[in-house]
């Protein structure tokens, strides 16, 4: 008798061999998928299901997958979310048409073409002294809205007792949200020039989320199998910035995040970070994580995942690694089933693996390659 979905899962957390590789798909915006290749399986499954957006937000254009689609799809974790505050989705319900799109921080999204839509709000794009950092409104992470739906989602996916339970609580991580207040290049900047603002700035964004996470936490209560965090650290083929520069100002506030959850939770913390951070991993073992994501194997070292798996193997659990910009989205359905094959041969060796697509299945992703990848998981994911 096969094992369920939760079961599987705990296994491969506990770097046990299950019955099967498991897989993550459709449950947070880092192990997603967008609304066109969505449709598409729904239509090839025959699957008729409301069309909703993860956190009810259009302009990210992440689908929140119906349960038959995520039956079909063969996925062993379900996610529960956070919310954004009630005004956030009151004023982008109502704003005009085109406008930007405002999260709770004050940052946001502008569409660049009619339906696509970037990050270009930044509202600490100027700032480089503590006083800016002081005097910005920011946030209100005690907002009960944001988790009051938690403790009985979480309870009843306990209960259920059928698939992992992953929490993905939309935070961005303090690195991400910086970017966010600030813009990317400006950041970057501001970390050599005024190293004491932008630890400041990590300092009070790091804050706000570990608020935001606590309550989150003490709503999820002991339901949690994986808690969610990330910081993109990396580009297609290296750092953004020295392991120096993250060992001296950066890791301390991941370090700290990952001690505050663990306090609070038995939950595995699976670490979402994009790009070649090949030369990170010992940190990120150092630390605490315990699931790395998305083993971009287009990057960098990060494509050598026999090294991945022998080097690291046996500390951290390795999730995703079907490429996203080449497989997935221009090969065949022949290809796709190939390439899982080809990854689970050397990552799944021994347990210590979930099949993912590299981040979220974007748009450009046929839905016969969705389907193949996780029907060769059933195929070829089998010890």
């Known amino acids: 008798m096969g094992m369920t979905s939760r079961e599987r899962v705990k296994a491969v957390l ?57 039956r079909r799809l063969h996925s062993d974790v379900r996610g529960v979310l956070d919310r954004f505050p009630a005004a956030i989705y009151e004023h982008n319900r109502n704003r005009p048409p085109h406008a930007p799109c405002i999260d709770s921080w004050g940052s946001g999204q502008k569409e660049i073409e009619e339906g696509v839509w970037y990050p270009g709000i930044h509202p600490l794009a100027e700032a480089t002294t503590i006083d800016a950092i002081e005097n910005y409104p920011w946030p209100d992470m005690d907002d009960p809205y944001r988790v009051a739906h938690v403790k009985e989602l979480a309870r009843h996916l306990a209960e259920e ?9 939309w935070l961005l991580f303090p690195f991400e949200r910086a970017f966010a ?5 400006t950041f970057l900047l501001n970390m050599a020039l005024y190293p004491d603002f932008a630890t400041a700035l990590l300092r009070k964004i790091t804050d706000l989320c570990k608020t935001l996470m606590g ?8 339901n949690l199998d994986i808690i969610k965090i990330g910081d993109d650290l990396g ?38 970070t994009d790009g070649d951070v090949f030369d990170l991993i010992e940190d990120f073992i150092e630390m605490g994580v315990d699931i790395l994501n998305p083993i971009q194997t287009s990057a960098g070292k990060m494509a050598n995942l026999k090294e991945l798996k022998e080097r690291y193997g046996q500390d951290i659990v390795f999730c995703g690694a079907i490429d ?57 994911g089998r010890y």
């Open 14 to 70: 506990d770097h046990k061999i299950p019955d099967r590789v498991p897989i993550i798909v459709g449950v947070s915006n880092a192990t997603g998928i967008k609304m066109e290749p969505y449709r598409g399986v729904k239509k090839l499954a025959g699957i008729s299901a409301p069309e909703e957006y993860l956190y009810d937000w259009p302009e990210l254009g992440t689908a929140k997958v119906d349960e038959e689609t995520m």
């Open 161 to 169: 007792n059928q698939y992992a339970i992953m929490g993905t609580p």
């Open 181 to 185: 207040m600030q813009g990317m290049d």
């Open 215 to 222: 309550h989150f936490l003490d709503e999820a209560g002991d």
């Open 235 to 272: 580009t297609q083929e290296k750092l953004m910035i020295s392991p120096r520069m993250y060992r001296k100002i950066l890791k301390p506030f991941h370090a700290e995040f990952i001690e505050f959850i663990k306090a609070r939770t038995k939950a595995k913390v699976f670490f979402h």
């Open 324 to 380: 996203t910009q080449r497989v997935l989205p221009y090969g065949t359905p022949d290809e796709v089933k190939a390439e899982v094959k080809r990854v689970i041969s050397i990552l799944g060796e021994g347990g210590g693996y979930m099949v993912a697509s590299v981040h979220t299945i974007m748009h450009e992703v046929p839905p016969e390659n969705v389907l193949a990848m996780v029907d060769a998981v059933e195929e070829f």
